[in-house]
Nanobody, 125 residues
Framework: QVQLVEFGGGLVQAGGSLRLSCAAS????????MGWFRQAPGKERAFAAA??????YYEESVRGRFTISRDNARNTVYLQMNNMKPEDTAVYYC????????????????????WGQGTQVTVSS
């Protein structure tokens, strides 16, 4: 069965960096749109970044600071987070969508078919 497992969460100081990994099994990351979402306490799960077949997409609040990438040989997706801010504190989830057709579709939670368990990221000031 499909499984997405996130690694790399933890505590980091503001201005620091952290890299999250999403190891996939049961699907090939190169054949899916892969996304990262995040959910802070009391808030809804929100789009952060995604990588499609030809493009990458970023929420404006993380653009220029976060970079999404994939390693097809390892069947793994990464989220490199630089210049982190306390507002980035959240549980981060990896997700996979069978297909997307636009940015609006890509950033919509309901588009995604598979989800990881989440990993906690905490940024201290």
């Amino acid at each position: 069965q499909v499984q997405l497992v996130e690694f790399g969460g933890g505590l980091v100081q503001a201005g620091g960096s952290l890299r999250l990994s999403c190891a996939a099994s049961g699907l090939t990351v190169g054949s899916f749109t892969m996304g990262w979402f995040r959910q802070a306490p009391g808030k809804e799960r929100a789009f952060a970044a995604a990588i499609g077949y030809t493009s990458t997409y970023y929420e404006e609040s993380v653009r220029g600071r976060f970079t999404i990438s994939r390693d097809n040989a390892r069947n793994t997706v990464y989220l490199q987070m630089n210049n982190m801010k306390p507002e980035d504190t959240a549980v981060y989830y990896c997700a996979a969508a069978y297909g997307t057709s636009s940015y609006a579709v890509t950033r919509n939670r309901s588009t995604y078919d598979y989800w990881g368990q989440g990993t906690q990221v905490t940024v201290s000031s």
